[in-house]
C-alpha cells in the first residue's frame, strides 16, 4: 500500500512538473515599451545555455611589456604586408590566435608551408591576408555599426575555416523565369532563411550586395508621385522575407527594432535600427570589397551551385544572437586588429535620427537567473 502511495506522488509530482512547465522549453515575454503597444521580446530562457557556449572566446596569451628597441615585422620578416606594423613580438602572438580561431587542428600549416613561412603558396594564407584588412576595416571604419566592440577573425570563424552562418546565392535556383509558371523564387518549403515561409527565398542576393532599397511603404499618396516607384507586391514580399532573416540572425522578435503600429517609422523605432540600419550597409561593402574578389581565390569546392562563393551576412557575426560574443569585445587583448590599414572608403551616408529605448536589452545571466 505505501509503495503504492509513494508511486502515485511520485507520478504526480511528474505530471504536476510537466503541467506548470519545468520540463519544457517555455519562452518569457519581456516588456520593451509602452504598455499596451505589444513592444514585447519572446525568450527562451532553456536555449541561453548553449547560446553562451557558442559566444564565449578563446583564452587569450599574455601580452609582452611594450619595448620601442623592438624591430618591427617588416625589418625582420620577408613578405609581410598587412602586419608590418607589428613588432617581432607581436606577430607570432597574433599567428598563434589566427590558428585557434581559424584552423584549431591544422595549426600554421593551414596557411603556411612550414619550410617557408614567406611564401604565399597556399591560398588560405592569401585570402587570410585579405581578411586581414577587411578586419581592420570593420573596426577602423564601420564604427557606426560595431562602435568600440569591434570584431576579430573569431567572431566570424570560431574554430572553422568557413564561418557558420556564410550565405550562397540562391536566385532562380531551379525556377522557371518565364512569364507562366515564374513563382518569383516563392513557395519553396524548407529555407530556413526566411523562416520556411513561402516568401522569396534569396533577400540577400538582393539586398546585401546591391544598394536596393528594403523598402514596402512609399512616403507619398499617390503612386505617380512615388519617389520609390518599385514599391509593390514584389517588393514588400523581399522586404519581409529579408526582415524575418534579420530576426532570425539576431534571434530577437521585430520589435526588437520596429514600432509595429508603423514598421517604417524611425521615430517610433529603437535605437537597434539605427544600428541595423549601418549594419546593412556594412555587409554589402564588406561583401563587395572583400568576400567577392576572395570567391576568385578559393578552389572550387568552397564555391556554390551558381559558382559564388560563401558571402558574410548578419548571421555570419550574429550567429543567432543579439551582439555577437554578448557584445563582449576582444579588443584588449589584440590591439593590432584595431589600427588602420587597407584603402579608406567613404561611409558619408545619410545617418538615421536617434531614439530613446524604454528598457535596456536582458543580459544573459539575468536571464539565466531568472530575475528580470
Ligand atoms: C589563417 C592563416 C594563418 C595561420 C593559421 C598562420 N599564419 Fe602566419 N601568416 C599568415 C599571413 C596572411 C601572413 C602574412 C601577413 C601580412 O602580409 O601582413 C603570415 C605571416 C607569417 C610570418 C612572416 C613570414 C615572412 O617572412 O614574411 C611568420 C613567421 C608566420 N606567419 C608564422 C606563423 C606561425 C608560427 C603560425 C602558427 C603558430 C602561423 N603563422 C599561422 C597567415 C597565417
Ligand atoms: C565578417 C566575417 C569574417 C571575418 C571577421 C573574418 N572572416 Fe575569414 N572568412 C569569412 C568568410 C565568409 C569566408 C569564406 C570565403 C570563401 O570561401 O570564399 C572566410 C574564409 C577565410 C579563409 C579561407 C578558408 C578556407 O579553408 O577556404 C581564411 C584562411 C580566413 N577566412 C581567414 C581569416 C582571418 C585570418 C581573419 C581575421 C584576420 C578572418 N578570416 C576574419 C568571413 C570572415
Ligand atoms: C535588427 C533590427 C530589425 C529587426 C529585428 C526587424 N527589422 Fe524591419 N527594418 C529594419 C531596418 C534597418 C529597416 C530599413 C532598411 C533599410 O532602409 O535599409 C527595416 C525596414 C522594414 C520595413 C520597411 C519599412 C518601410 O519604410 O517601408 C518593414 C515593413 C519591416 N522592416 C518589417 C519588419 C518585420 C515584419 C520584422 C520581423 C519579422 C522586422 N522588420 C524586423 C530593422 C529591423
Ligand atoms: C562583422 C560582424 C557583424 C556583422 C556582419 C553584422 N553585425 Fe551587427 N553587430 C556587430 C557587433 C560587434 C555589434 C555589437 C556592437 C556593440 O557592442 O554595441 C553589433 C550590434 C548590432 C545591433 C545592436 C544590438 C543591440 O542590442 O544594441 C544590431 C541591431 C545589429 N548588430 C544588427 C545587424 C544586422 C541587421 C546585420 C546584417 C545586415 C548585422 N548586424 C551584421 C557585428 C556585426
Do not use: E, F, I, P
Given at each position: 500500500m505505501v509503495r503504492i502511495l509513494i508511486a502515485c506522488s511520485f507520478a504526480m509530482a511528474i505530471a504536476l512538473a510537466v503541467f506548470f512547465g519545468v520540463f519544457e522549453n517555455h519562452t518569457i515575454s519581456v516588456q520593451?515599451?509602452?504598455?499596451?503597444?505589444?513592444h514585447i521580446q519572446l525568450y527562451t530562457p532553456n536555449s541561453v545555455p548553449a547560446s553562451v557556449a557558442l559566444n564565449s572566446i578563446p583564452v587569450a596569451d599574455p601580452i609582452d611589456p611594450p619595448d620601442p628597441d623592438l624591430p618591427t615585422a617588416r625589418q625582420t620578416?620577408?613578405?609581410?604586408?598587412?602586419?608590418?606594423?607589428?613588432?617581432v613580438l607581436e606577430l607570432p602572438r597574433l599567428m598563434a590566435a589566427l590558428s585557434t580561431w581559424i584552423a584549431p587542428k591544422e595549426g600554421c600549416n593551414y596557411c603556411h608551408n612550414p619550410a617557408n613561412l614567406a611564401s604565399d603558396e597556399k591560398y588560405t594564407k592569401r585570402v587570410a591576408r585579405s581578411m586581414l584588412l577587411m578586419t581592420r576595416r570593420i573596426n577602423t571604419q564601420w564604427k557606426a555599426h560595431v562602435v568600440e566592440t569591434g570584431v576579430t577573425c573569431w567572431t566570424c570563424h570560431r574554430g572553422e575555416a568557413v564561418p557558420s552562418g556564410s550565405w550562397y546565392t540562391r536566385a532562380d535556383l531551379g525556377e522557371n523565369t518565364s512569364m507562366i509558371g515564374n513563382k518569383d523564387n516563392e513557395n519553396t518549403p524548407g529555407i530556413a532563411y526566411v523562416g520556411n515561409s513561402a516568401l522569396p527565398f534569396d533577400p540577400l542576393t538582393r539586398y546585401l550586395i546591391d544598394d536596393n532599397d528594403i523598402r514596402v511603404q512609399g512616403s507619398v499618396p499617390l503612386a505617380g508621385t512615388n519617389p520609390y516607384p518599385m514599391n509593390g507586391v514584389q517588393k514588400s514580399e523581399m522586404t519581409y522575407s529579408m526582415m524575418i532573416y534579420i530576426s532570425k540572425s539576431l534571434g530577437v522578435n521585430c520589435t526588437y527594432c520596429h514600432f509595429t503600429r508603423a514598421f517604417g517609422s524611425w521615430p517610433d523605432s529603437t535605437p537597434q535600427r539605427a544600428t541595423a540600419w549601418y549594419g546593412v550597409r556594412m555587409v554589402r561593402d564588406l561583401n563587395k570589397s572583400f568576400l567577392l574578389p576572395v570567391a576568385g581565390m578559393v578552389p572550387s569546392y568552397r564555391l556554390g551551385s551558381h559558382g559564388d562563393g560563401p558571402k558574410v551576412g548578419?548571421?555570419?557575426?550574429?550567429k543567432g544572437t543579439y551582439k555577437p560574443l554578448f557584445g563582449n569585445s576582444m579588443k584588449k587583448d589584440y590591439p593590432e586588429l584595431w589600427r588602420a590599414g587597407g584603402p579608406k572608403i567613404d561611409t558619408g551616408y545619410v545617418s538615421p535620427p536617434n531614439v530613446a529605448v524604454k528598457n535596456p536589452v536582458v543580459s544573459p545571466e539575468k536571464l539565466m537567473s531568472g530575475q528580470y
Open positions: 520593451r515599451g509602452n504598455r499596451g503597444t505589444g620578416y620577408k613578405n609581410v604586408q598587412v602586419l608590418d606594423d607589428l613588432s548578419c548571421a555570419t557575426c550574429h
